[in-house]
């Protein structure tokens, strides 16, 4: 039984470009929820998806996005990347329909803006 | 400050000592998760508490949940190396629990654990 996946596993950018991260989901779940976490700190809640839109979100910008695919795979989108935005980007998936269902946690994106 | 407060911060211990992290929340607390992380990696799920005064064992790790006090606390018997990393409470903040999935997590307690 595959766990939640993600991709890539470390990744370079410079201020102001854009990057896009990918989750799959654990077999069997249909909701992803995208983190960020900062060194030293607990993970931050960015957003959730559910059938294919947005349910919740943080407080992160605008510059923040996302997608669910039908197949429940996800994408994190960053643009106009912040020196501020480097951290260990964090997916978990859950099934959906109970608000309380537990999270499980993909091995995460390292993404480092110079 | 922070809605869900760890203690401690971190924590080195001698291999087969016991020890106890706790986790507070400012707000009511309709359930409780633990994760632990090794570090640069991601959540392993540890134990979920969702009933006051649940208490929930996984090998020598017990976790309780105090809804009275808002309070939470993970306890080690006997540590091991493998034990070491970083602690994790998170919890559904919102209105009465209805966060459909928004954790709201801890900043960690890191654990060293000496052999």
């Known amino acids: 039984d595959a766990g939640v996946t993600q991709s890539p596993t470390h990744l370079i950018k410079t201020r102001g470009q854009q990057v896009t991260l990918r989750c799959s989901p654990k077999?069997?779940?249909?909701?992803v929820s995208w983190y960020q976490q900062a060194l030293g700190q607990g993970p931050q809640f960015i957003f959730q998806?559910?059938?294919?839109?947005?349910?919740q979100r943080g407080n992160f910008p605008d510059r923040f996005s996302g997608h669910q695919f039908p197949n429940y795979s996800s994408e994190l989108n960053v643009n106009a990347l912040l020196l501020g935005d480097s951290a260990l980007y964090l997916c978990?998936?859950?099934?959906?329909?109970?608000?309380?269902?537990?999270?499980?946690f993909g091995p995460g994106t390292r993404l480092t803006v110079l | 400050s922070q809605e869900l407060e760890q203690s401690p911060q971190s924590l080195i211990v001698q291999e087969g000592k016991n020890l106890t992290i706790n986790c507070t929340s400012s707000?009511?607390?309709?359930?409780l998760y633990w994760y632990k992380q090794k570090y640069g990696e991601g959540l392993i799920f540890l134990m979920m508490?969702?009933?006051?005064?649940e208490e929930k064992s996984h090998e020598k790790i017990t976790a309780k949940l105090d809804e009275k006090k808002q309070q939470s606390s993970l306890h080690i018997t006997a540590s091991q190396p493998s034990h070491a990393g970083i602690y994790l409470c998170?919890?559904?903040?919102?209105?009465?629990?209805?966060?459909?999935?928004?954790?709201?997590f801890g900043q960690g307690t890191i654990l060293t654990v000496h052999p």
């Open positions: 998806y559910y059938e294919e839109e947005e349910r």
């Open positions: 508490l969702q009933k006051g005064g």
């Open positions: 707000k009511t607390l309709y359930g």
């Open positions: 077999s069997g779940h249909d909701t």
């Open positions: 998170g919890a559904p903040l919102g209105a009465g629990g209805t966060s459909y999935g928004k954790l709201t």
């Open positions: 978990a998936s859950s099934l959906g329909g109970v608000g309380t269902d537990t999270q499980y």
